[in-house]
């Protein structure tokens, strides 16, 4: 692991569903390994349609049942202090991607935006975390399967795992 704070922010549309659900459970597993202490991790939405709101219930319920405390409040991504602030962004589909790499100021910001999709060790077949918001329950489980692999997936290939 490199020295200092590692900071994480996850990105989705509004902030309510699939980056709430990627913070909590990288927050838990950071928490369980011990390692709190070396994390910041946040999230944001690319809109301010949920400022201020709490997740989505369906994604509370679904995260609670799984052991995932899903509260984080929503707030949008902000390009002129949140490059700065993060290592690494991650976003949960491509819309997210050129959202936000069109907000970068210089390459250095671009390579820090990451898809989650590109940590996946369990489920090859998705390119993204599709967004569970129109849908139900079942969608919730299945962003829910994905964001867990995809944080295991970024806990081994770029945390603690080199």
């Known amino acids: ?6 900071s994480v922010l996850f990105i989705c549309l509004g902030n309510i569903c699939r980056s709430p659900a990627a913070n909590a459970v990288l927050q838990k597993m950071v928490d369980d390994a011990g390692l709190t202490d070396r994390f910041l991790i946040d999230s ?35 390009a002129s202090s949140d490059f700065d602030r993060f290592d690494y962004i ?10 936000i790499t069109r907000q970068a100021h210089h390459e250095k910001e671009r390579n ?16 993204t975390v599709p967004d569970p918001y129109y849908g139900g329950m079942a969608d919730f489980e299945l962003a829910l399967d994905l964001i867990e692999d ?9 945390f603690i795992g080199k």
Request: one cysteine or more.
């Open 1 to 6: 692991m490199k020295k200092g704070k590692i």
């Open 44 to 78: 944001a939405a690319v809109g301010p349609w949920h400022i201020g709101d709490l997740p989505d219930k369906r994604m509370r319920q679904a995260g609670a049942q799984r052991g995932w405390d899903i509260s984080h409040i929503a707030r949008q991504f902000d």
């Open 90 to 99: 991650v976003v949960m589909d491509e819309e997210n991607y050129k959202n």
């Open 112 to 127: 820090q935006v990451i898809r989650m999709a590109d940590y996946f060790e369990h489920h090859p077949t998705y390119s």
């Open 150 to 158: 995809g944080c295991q997936g970024l806990m081994k290939q770029l």
